[in-house]
Structures are given as structure tokens and as C-alpha cells.
């Protein structure tokens, strides 16, 4: 899982879009037209993406942790720890998945797949060679949300009719 940066960006901006996800996916289920739309499955595709890129942000931090740990040869119960709370992130989509189109549990099970073999490698390491204590779950560091999107306070400026954002845009907006 190569995107050309840190695991720790990564893992930062995987964290941050499962917030979006999970928040758009909660406003949805306020409003019963939203909730009931195109036969829940739109709702069933955020709630499926919030939970997904919350697995894909542990999932970068424990194959960077892996392969620390076999560079290092320390830290492997870490790795394992973070590879099983990947593997319960992604759990927890499996039975949002099977509620959404099928194009999607294709990647789902190919993801899985690859998470548990490189979760049972890691843990048959630890066994053999590591010896390790793993971490528990609730002490392991959620992955922090990063946000590199400027957000305009929009709401309060609505009610009043004057928007910070077209003061910005004057100059290439027509009035």
C-alpha cells in the first residue's frame, strides 16, 4: 500500500475521511427521505465507507509497525495487536457489505483476505521468533484526524445573507 507518502499521513487522512463518511451517514438518518433513499442502499454505502476507511487508517499503521518490526526485530506484539484491530474494523463493515452492490465485496474480500494472511503471519512471527506481548485494543492510538481542508463558517452567514466566501470571490464572481 504504496501512495507515495508516510504511513502516518495516510493513516491521518483515511481516518478523516471515515469521519465524513460517518458523519454524513448519521445526518442521513435523521431525515426519513434521506434514510429510505434508493432503497437505503446510498445510506448503506456511507455507513460501509465509514467503516471501511477506518480499517484502511489501522491497516496502514500496522504494516508500517510490521515492517518496522521485522527491520527492527522489536515490536511485533504491536503489529499483531493493530493487525487484529484491523481485522475487527473490518468486521464491522462485513455486514454492511453484504447490504450494498456487489462491486464493492469484491474489493471487501480481497482486502479482508490480504489483512488476515498478513494477521496470521504476523501472529505465527510473534509465537516463533518475536515472543512479544500484544497490545490490548483500548490501549492501542486511534489514528488522528487530519483535516487539510480549510472549512468557511457557513451556517451563521447563511441565516444572514452574507457569505465570508464571497467577499473571497468578488473579484471573479459577477455580482
Request: proline share 3%; glycine share 4%.
Amino acid at each position: 500500500m504504496d501512495a507515495g507518502m508516510k504511513a502516518g499521513t495516510l493513516a491521518k487522512i483515511a481516518m478523516q475521511v471515515a469521519d465524513y463518511f460517518g458523519k454524513a451517514y448519521d445526518l442521513s438518518q435523521t431525515n426519513q427521505g434521506l434514510k429510505a433513499y434508493d432503497s437505503s442502499r446510498f445510506a448503506n454505502i456511507m455507513h460501509y465507507h465509514s467503516l471501511y476507511f477506518s480499517a484502511m487508517a489501522y491497516q496502514v499503521m500496522s504494516i508500517e509497525e510490521y515492517k518496522t518490526a521485522t527491520d527492527k526485530s522489536t515490536g511485533m506484539g504491536k503489529a499483531v495487536s493493530l493487525l487484529k484491530k484491523t481485522v475487527a474494523e473490518l468486521d464491522r463493515a462485513k455486514a454492511i457489505v453484504a447490504t450494498i452492490p456487489s462491486n464493492y465485496q469484491d474489493n471487501f474480500n480481497a482486502k479482508y483476505a490480504d489483512v488476515c494472511k498478513l494477521r496470521d503471519k504476523a501472529i505465527n512471527d510473534n509465537k516463533t521468533i518475536y515472543f512479544e506481548r500484544e497490545t490490548p485494543f483500548e490501549q492501542l492510538t486511534r489514528p488522528d484526524l487530519q483535516n487539510f481542508v480549510k472549512l468557511e463558517p457557513l451556517l451563521g452567514d447563511i441565516l444572514t445573507g452574507k457569505l465570508a466566501i464571497e467577499e473571497k470571490l468578488r473579484h471573479i464572481v459577477p455580482p
